[in-house]
């Protein structure tokens, strides 16, 4: 089953989609198209979002980090997000903006010391995230900092939620971005370093994953540097296809 | 530590706060508990302020900044003591249990002034003056706000003192600032199930 949250008529609700896509009920019972909605990024207010950082192999070498250091991780808040078909700035000094595309896994029960072969059971759904990075504001402090991963609407996340038991083998979805057209990422969620079961194994050693908490597990290699009106779309094999849009600031 | 700010793997001092995020298992638990991993000696248990923030904060100068915090609470940040500040401290920092808040007390920018003092078992064991901040809670607010919001509910802690102390589990840290409600913890071994 697909999730979708979004906004309707002035109420923000959790909305199921039909099998073709074309239909979305809403919790009264009443269908609409999804042109009558907004798409809003499928997250349970309050979640903690994980996110790794290097995590398939051929993305770690295309930025030449080779070491077997611990998992990078770092977290993000609320204010990253953005929904299916949002916009998302473009700085005008940030030349160096690229797209990353990753698989979410949502956490569907609290975790805490869970081992790696029962850690699936605790995911809930997945969805896809564009985890974009702005290059020029690296700063060698708790990198990657906030202010090149958590700046406001810079992760659009959705389209929709995918129940985990309809994806057979999380491991195994292809994964890929387009940027106006043109394929700058291609891979497999084969190629992931930690895998999502290890991942679950790994956090819940030290903290409690609580339902609704996420973990954006990496993306793979293809960097390509965006420009202001490109149209983002990240799909993930079995979930969906995620749009965005890149827009210039509005000068004040 | 200026010097080693220039070497690798940081080659220059940071242009921007160095933030990290607690997520919120770090708050879950016994809140008069700080839960020890069995394999650490002593962890770092830090005193700071913590400013609640009162309306969506976006992209707002140091003048009107101070108006965005409704609340104030005195903080004990726990981590697992590290040297590096190249990564985010996740594992460090983010275990559960790893922030306890005092009582919430509506903001008022004096209070600020006093020093905040940790004891241990009693002992005054540290005491720093938000003197030290390279940014007063007004240019925290501008220049985070600048490039995300701090949202209404946001907890910003403003500053960790790097020599904080180290406690080992066993000991009752107890944090105070001015007239805040104080905040007493004691540190216990985590049991693991």
Redesign the interface.
Same mark, same amino acid.
């Given at each position: 089953m697909k999730r979708a949250r979004i906004a309707y008529r002035g109420a923000v609700v959790w909305a199921q989609l039909n099998e073709s896509g074309t239909a979305l009920r809403l919790p009264s019972g009443e269908v609409v198209s999804p042109e009558e909605v907004q798409w809003l990024a499928p997250v349970t207010p309050?979640a903690?979002i $994980?996110a790794l950082g290097l995590n398939y192999a051929d993305h770690r070498k295309e930025l030449g980090f080779y070491s077997q250091?611990?998992p /990078?991780?770092? /977290?993000?808040?609320?204010?990253?997000l953005v929904g299916h078909l949002g916009e998302t700035i473009r700085p005008a000094d940030a030349h160096q903006m690229h797209p990353e595309c990753e698989l979410v896994a949502i956490v569907g029960k609290p975790a805490?010391?869970i081992q790696a072969e029962d850690a699936l059971d605790y995911v809930g759904g997945y969805t896809i995230a564009c985890d974009y990075a702005i290059r020029e504001y690296l700063?060698?402090? $708790?990198?990657?900092?906030?202010?090149v991963k958590?700046?406001?609407a810079t992760t659009p996340l959705g389209p929709w939620v995918v129940d985990a038991t309809d994806i057979v083998d999380p491991q195994r979805l292809s994964i890929l971005t387009t940027v106006s057209g043109q394929m700058v990422q291609e891979g497999s969620t084969a190629d992931m370093i930690l895998d999502i079961a290890h991942l679950i194994a790994y956090l819940s050693e030290?903290?409690? /994953?609580?339902p609704g908490?996420m973990i954006l597990t990496g993306t793979p290699q293809g960097l390509h540097f965006c420009a202001v009106g490109d149209e983002v779309v990240c799909e993930i094999e079995g979930i969906g296809r995620l749009v965005n849009r890149l827009v210039a600031e509005t000068k004040? | 530590m200026a010097a080693a700010f220039i070497e690798p793997p940081y080659k220059q001092p940071p242009n921007k706060p160095v933030l990290y995020i607690k997520p919120r298992a770090c708050l879950m638990g016994d809140s008069a508990i700080i839960p020890i991993p069995p394999d650490l000696e002593q962890i770092e248990v830090a005193a700071t302020l913590g400013l609640l923030i009162g309306r969506d904060a976006h992209r707002i100068p140091q003048d009107s900044a101070l108006a965005y915090i409704c609340g104030i609470c005195l903080a004990l940040d726990a981590s697992e003591p590290c040297d590096s500040f190249y990564r985010p401290p996740v594992r460090q920092r983010c275990r559960d249990g790893f922030l306890r808040l005092g009582r919430l007390a509506p903001f008022n920018a004096k209070v600020m002034n006093n020093p905040i003092e940790t004891f241990a078992d009693d002992r005054k064991v540290h005491s720093w003056s938000t003197e030290r901040l390279l940014r007063d809670a007004a240019t925290l607010i501008a220049d985070i706000s600048v490039f995300m919001t701090l949202a209404a509910g946001d907890l910003l802690l403003v500053g960790l003192a790097y020599d904080a102390p180290r406690s080992r589990p066993g000991c009752r840290i107890i944090a105070r600032c001015g007239n805040l409600p104080g905040l007493s913890v004691s540190l216990q071994v985590e049991s693991v199930a």
């Open positions: 309050g903690t $994980f250091d611990p /990078l991780i770092f /977290l993000k808040g609320p204010n990253s805490r010391r700063e060698n402090y $708790f990198r990657p900092n906030l202010a958590n700046r406001d030290t903290m409690t /994953l609580l908490d004040t | -």
